[in-house]
């Protein structure tokens, strides 16, 4: 086929990666999808098993990787609290020795990376909506640092690979993202109201509920960073994408609940630590360089998102 590409997705088997390797296979790309499972499943990505331009292997990005691809998105990364927090050292480690093995191995073959970092690296923002522009306001020694700063030192890897090595970069500043294949283990609030709401437990808000969130479906999320990768000037970023429409976390549990028919109660626990305030982006950036901008509403995205869990916990 004209034009097809091999793309290497690191992290193909969680969530976002998934739903980008079927994205890319759909349009007849060559895909190598690397994950170590340590928060991903192969469920995800069984049905792609059986399409031939797929092609699946066990691999820790911690660890040098020798193959050849035209285009890297670099995704492994627990990205949930609960999971990076499990493991923090590895989850620092995963950040920092794995962008430097896969930007190392993006220099040696001549290919494009793209950097799924997040929004976290403003960390609890002192400037609101979120700009490019902001560094950010995060604690270092905190129980979110291995994360935030893992990805603040990606950002720092990939800026100074394309300086010193003119390297081809895109870093993408990923707001928080929800759809089927979320873990529902995974303790973010999307997937845990939903689990709660359809299992009849008491919701769980951490804090009185007023922090905001902004929530974006990962339908719309996968088109904004094919867009980015493939659009063709040079332009790195970081480029902000996510969902500006702001919620509180009592309004998704309200809304939850509306959706779900659910009796359960509202229970309220202690805000944990440095947990952001307030967070929503500004895509001015993404709608100027890329045209785009999320089409999913939010009620759309959560009626599929607890279709998926209805049938996978079978409730
Ligand atoms: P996820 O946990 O579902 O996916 C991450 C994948 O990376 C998993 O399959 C996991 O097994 C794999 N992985 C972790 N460490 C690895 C390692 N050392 N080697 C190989 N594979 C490894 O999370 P997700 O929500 O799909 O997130 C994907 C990426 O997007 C992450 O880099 C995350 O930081 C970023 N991101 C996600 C969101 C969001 O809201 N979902 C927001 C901001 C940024
Ligand atoms: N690397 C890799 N695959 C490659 C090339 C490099 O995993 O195809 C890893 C290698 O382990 C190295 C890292 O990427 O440690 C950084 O590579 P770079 O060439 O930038 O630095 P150096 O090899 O000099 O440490
Ligand atoms: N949250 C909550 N109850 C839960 C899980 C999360 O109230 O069961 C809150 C959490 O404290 C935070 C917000 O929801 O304020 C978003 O949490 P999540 O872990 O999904 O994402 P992040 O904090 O990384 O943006």
Known sequence: MHGRKRVLVTGG??????????????????????????????DNILHLLKDPHF?????????????EVDEIFSLACPASPVHYQHDPVQTTKTSVHGSINMLGLAKRIGAKILLAST??????????????????????????ACYDEGKRCAETLFFDYRR????????????????????????????????????????????????????????????GL????????DFPGP??????????????????????????????????????????PDIGLARQKLNWEPSVNLEQGLQATIDYFKRTLEL
């Open 239 to 280: 480029m902000n994408l996510g969902n500006p429409v702001e919620s509180s976390i009592l309004e998704i549990a309200e809304t939850v609940l509306r959706l779900t028919h659910s009796r359960s109660d509202i229970e309220y626990r202690p805000l944990p630590e440095n947990d952001p305030v307030r967070r929503c």
């Open 55 to 67: 092609e699946l292997l066990r691999h820790d990005v911690t660890f040098p990787l020798y193959v």
């Open 119 to 144: 929004s976290e690296v403003y960390g609890d923002p002192r400037c609101h909506p979120q700009t490019e522009a902001y560094w950010g306001n995060v604690n270092p020694i905190g129980p979110r």
């Open 226 to 233: 094919r867009r980015f990768m493939d659009q063709e000037d």
């Open 13 to 42: 088997a969680g969530f976002l990666g998934s739903h980008l390797c079927e994205s890319l296979l759909a349009e007849g790309h060559e895909v190598l999808c690397v994950d170590n499972y340590y928060t991903g499943k192969k």
């Open 164 to 223: 010193q090595h003119g390297l081809n970069i895109r870093v993408a500043r990923i707001f928080n993202t929800y759809g089927p294949r979320m873990a529902a283990d995974d303790g973010r609030v999307v997937s845990s109201f939903i689990v709660q709401a359809l299992q009849g437990k008491p919701l769980t808000i951490y804090g009185d509920g007023s922090q905001t969130r902004s929530f974006c479906h990962v339908d719309d999320m996968v088109t």
